[in-house]
Structure formats: structure tokens, C-alpha cells
């Protein structure tokens, strides 16, 4: 099963957050900053995650959420945000079973939250993480099939897993290291908000030889940028010229770091705590 919140900085976050906002990046990878309480929306995401995975091996898919919520209540400091949390997850995990409960008929399991480390051209490595490989019985595809939780938008979330590059690294680790040929990404968007939920099962994210070739020498090359940006840090170069504010990411999604962002980046006398090492390469 997947570590909570667990990052690598091989893995396709790591980059993406500096893509999408250096300070952010800054705060989290250099400072190692995080908030000193697991925000709900990631506790909710992975008990659902985990309830979802523990269906694939034939368990009860509400136990599993219910059993998960119960073991992560000490990180709700509100009660009846979790009893919110836990009654929406409950809804939306009934609904799920509702529409996809065929899924177990028209799928063959391959593996579940699969691991996968792959070489790029210039000696370094990406990890990915799959949700689940299957194969489809009659067309005999193989997918892997990506969850997502939101209570953002369903459009939005399907945007970030394609334009933001997560299913074409999925599909470019799968295609250097995975013993398996995947044909595509299939993502499932499950979106809730308040009473409100909604399943959509979207159009598979493919992606050509050529695409492929050209991310990867995009992914090499952000990654030689931070290690660049690193090394002029270490050189004496002040944070705030090196890693600027994307302010365009914190109104797409919300940002842990926005107290702090602008003003105090140590996050010193703040609610942050220390929990990873300094080292910004990779
Ligand atoms: S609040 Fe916005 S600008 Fe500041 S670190 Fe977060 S995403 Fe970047």
C-alpha cells in the first residue's frame, strides 16, 4: 500500500512544484516546511484511496474508509469535520460501488500500487507510483487506471493530471521500466463537495513515441535548472531572487504557504515544522 503523503524527489511532484511555483517549491524542498497538521483534504484523499485499493483485493470497501478515518481522527482537530469527512466519504464510496461495481467483471487486476523507477537518457531516475494496472477482458488493453479525488472541479483535476505532465510520466516510466506494455492512462475524477458527488470516468491520455522523447528532455532540463538554481543558493544568491511567487498557483489551488509566502519564509514563530533535510538536489 502507499506511504501517506510520501514524496520522492525522483518522483514527477517533485519538479512539478517548482514548475508551477519556485517560492513553493523553495519553502517545502529547501526550508522543508510543512504544516504542522496534515490538511483534511489529503486525510480524506488517502482514506479513500485506500478504500478504493482495498475493494481490488476483495474487501469491504466502506470498512476499509471507515477504518482508516477512525485510525487518522487524532489529526482532525474538529470533530464535526470529521464527522463531515467520514459521512461525504461514506456517500461518495456507495456511489462509487453504484457505478463501477462491474469494473471487478470487466478488468483483470495486474497490480496494485506498483512502484516503478526508470532511467532517463542523461543517468537519472523518475519513480512513479501506479494506482492500479488492469487489463481490459475484451479489448485487451492494458491501463493504468489513475483516481482522483477533488472537491475543486472535475475539469480542473482531469487539466492538472494531463497538462501538468503526471499521466505522461506515468506513461514514460511505464515505458522504459514496466515489464508491461500500457496503452494508456485511464483517468477516474471522483468529485464531492458538501452533499454533492459526482464520478467521471474520462477520456484515455495517450501519448506518442515523439511526445514522449520530447518530456523527457523537458523533465531532464527542469531538473538541471533547480539543481543550477541549488548551487547558486549555495553560492550566496538571496532565495527571493532565485525562487520567485507564482501567485497564479495559490488561486488555482490552495497553498500552505501562503501565510508565510511573501513575508516569512523561514516560517519561523509560524505553524510550521521542520520535517525534511535541506538538500534541494536530487
Ligand atoms: S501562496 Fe502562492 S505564491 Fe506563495 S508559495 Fe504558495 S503558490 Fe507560491
Not at 504544516?35 to 479513500?48: E, V
Not at 456517500?91 to 506498483?114: G, I
Request: hydrophobic residues 35%; proline residues 3%.
Amino acid at each position: 500500500m502507499k506511504k501517506e503523503h510520501e514524496e520522492s524527489r525522483s518522483g514527477f511532484h517533485y519538479w512539478n512544484l517548482y514548475q508551477r511555483c519556485p517560492r513553493r517549491w523553495y519553502i517545502r524542498y529547501i526550508m522543508g516546511l510543512r504544516a504542522k497538521t496534515t490538511p483534511y483534504p489529503l486525510i480524506f484523499g488517502s482514506a479513500i484511496h485506500e478504500s478504493i485499493a482495498g475493494w481490488w483485493l476483495g474487501k469491504n470497501m466502506v470498512n476499509v474508509f471507515l477504518d482508516y478515518m477512525s485510525s487518522h481522527k487524532d489529526e482532525y482537530d474538529s470533530n464535526t469535520q470529521l464527522e463531515d469527512d467520514t459521512h461525504r466519504g461514506v456517500v461518495l464510496l456507495e456511489n462509487y460501488m453504484a457505478h463501477y461495481t462491474q469494473d471487478h467483471y470487466m478488468y483483470e487486476l495486474l497490480d496494485l500500487e506498483v512502484e516503478v523507477e526508470a532511467q532517463l537518457m542523461d543517468g537519472t531516475t523518475i519513480t512513479c507510483r501506479f494506482d492500479r494496472v488492469v487489463r481490459e477482458r475484451t479489448a485487451h488493453v492494458t491501463v493504468i487506471m489513475e483516481t482522483k479525488t477533488t472537491g475543486w472541479s472535475v475539469s480542473k483535476a482531469l487539466r492538472a493530471l494531463d497538462n501538468q505532465d503526471q499521466a505522461t510520466t506515468y506513461l514514460l516510466a511505464a515505458r522504459k521500466a514496466y515489464d508491461k506494455k500500457i496503452d494508456f492512462i485511464q483517468p477516474d475524477i471522483l468529485y464531492q463537495r458538501q452533499s454533492k458527488v459526482q464520478f467521471a470516468r474520462l477520456s484515455p491520455v495517450y501519448r506518442d513515441k515523439e511526445e514522449l522523447l520530447r518530456f523527457e528532455k523537458n523533465v531532464i532540463g527542469v531538473r538541471r535548472e533547480i539543481n543550477q538554481k541549488v548551487a547558486a543558493l549555495d553560492g550566496g544568491y538571496e532565495p527571493e531572487m532565485l525562487f520567485p511567487r507564482n501567485g497564479w498557483d495559490c488561486s488555482n489551488l490552495s497553498c500552505e504557504y501562503e501565510p508565510i509566502c511573501r513575508t516569512n519564509v523561514t516560517g519561523k514563530e509560524t505553524g510550521y515544522v521542520q520535517k525534511r533535510d535541506s538538500t534541494g538536489s536530487n
